[in-house]
């Protein structure tokens, strides 16, 4: 089970379609690290679903999400400063 680290960033004008981006987010178990950024890991098969359902569910211009895959270095690497990293699932695949 190949495991996939990221940080999804957002930026989105009206409350209501603030917060279903935020529960769709939560919904995958991604944690929030600042206002409008979220990061965590998910399985291969969970990122592709929550990708599909983001391009389903929010279509409109107004509505902005990035989704960045990064790799196991750089996850080892990130730094948040003044709070402490979310652990993130740490699971790999042995080849």
């Known amino acids: ?6 940080i999804v960033c957002y930026d989105v004008e009206k409350t209501k379609d603030r917060n ?6 939560e919904y995958y178990g991604l944690i929030r690290v600042q206002y409008s950024v979220f990061m965590g890991s998910l399985t291969e098969t969970r990122l592709h679903q929550m990708n599909a359902r983001i391009k389903r569910e929010f279509t409109k211009p107004s509505i902005k999400i990035l989704v960045i895959e990064v790799c ?9 400063v003044h709070e402490e990293l979310p652990k993130v699932n740490r699971q790999f695949e042995v080849i």
């Open 1 to 6: 089970m190949t495991v996939k680290h990221l």
């Open 20 to 25: 279903k981006v935020i529960k769709v987010l």
């Open 72 to 80: 196991n270095a750089c996850m080892e690497r990130a730094l948040l």
